[in-house]
């Protein structure tokens, strides 16, 4: 079974950047598709962006595009989520999640999920 750690949370300025990386352990990243999951307080969980296993195709939420980037590095086993010209508004609790083949944007569609990583965002 594979286990995910999240890191790369912290408090940045609007318009700063910050990386988050979501590491595999017990298993690979094989033929498995990667999201990344978001909380903010009161609010409900939303689908970021994800990647799937192969090809590596990618999809964006509306509120991100253009702003974060989804990568893969299957050498490290590692996850990783570029976020730029950061926002108040994506403030918020990161997860990642994987699944089985194809991605979805549902997270009960995932049965495997890191911890989180905070990431804060003051204007």
């Known amino acids: 079974q594979v286990q995910l750690v999240e890191s790369g949370g912290g408090l940045v300025q609007a318009g700063g950047s910050l990386r988050l990386s979501c590491a595999a352990s017990g298993r690979t990243f094989t033929a498995l598709a990667v999201a990344w999951f978001r909380q903010a307080p009161g609010k409900e969980r939303e689908f970021v962006c994800g990647?799937?296993?192969?090809?590596?195709?990618?999809a964006y939420a509306d509120s991100v595009k253009g702003r974060f980037t989804i990568s893969r590095d299957n050498a490290k086993n590692t996850v990783y989520l570029q976020m730029n010209s950061l926002k108040p508004e994506d403030t918020a609790v990161y997860s990642c999640?994987?699944?089985?083949?194809?991605?979805?944007?549902?997270?009960?569609?995932?049965?495997?999920w890191g911890q989180g990583t905070q990431v804060t965002i003051s204007s």
């Open positions: 999640a994987a699944r089985a083949l194809v991605l979805r944007t549902t997270p009960s569609n995932y049965n495997i």
């Open positions: 990647i799937n296993w192969s090809p590596s195709t990618t």
